[in-house]
């Protein structure tokens, strides 16, 4: 499925069922991805192990599908990429203070970069 018909999807399903609608949806979804999150590390590596990682997979992309019509419910794909970008930066400042990660090297800066 391309790009284009995806967004053609979630503009039909904003359009269909409403805002208020999907976002009460997106609620369900988050709600049954941490109940599958919690099956699937907490519940040992028992014989349903296969099928709480299918489920948790599932439920996943349930989620990026609703966060998804969020965000273009509300017009924000720019400022959502622009967080996104920022919290990796956080991610790896904090993975470099702590000596997880080297500090990346611009050579044509010839200097650290964050």
Known sequence: MTEEEKIEIMKV????????????????????????ISKYYFSGKSSNHAKHRDNL?????????????????????????DYVTKKFNKVRNKLIDRGFMERPYDPELDREIL
């Not at 599932?58 to 509300?74: F, G, T």
């Open 13 to 36: 399903a904003l359009k269909s069922w409403g805002s208020s609608a999907q976002a009460v949806k997106c609620f369900e979804e988050m709600g049954e991805l941490i109940q599958a």
């Open 57 to 81: 997979i599932e439920e996943m992309a349930d989620v990026c599908i609703m966060i998804d019509q969020l965000i273009m419910d509300i017009g924000a794909e720019e400022e959502f990429k």
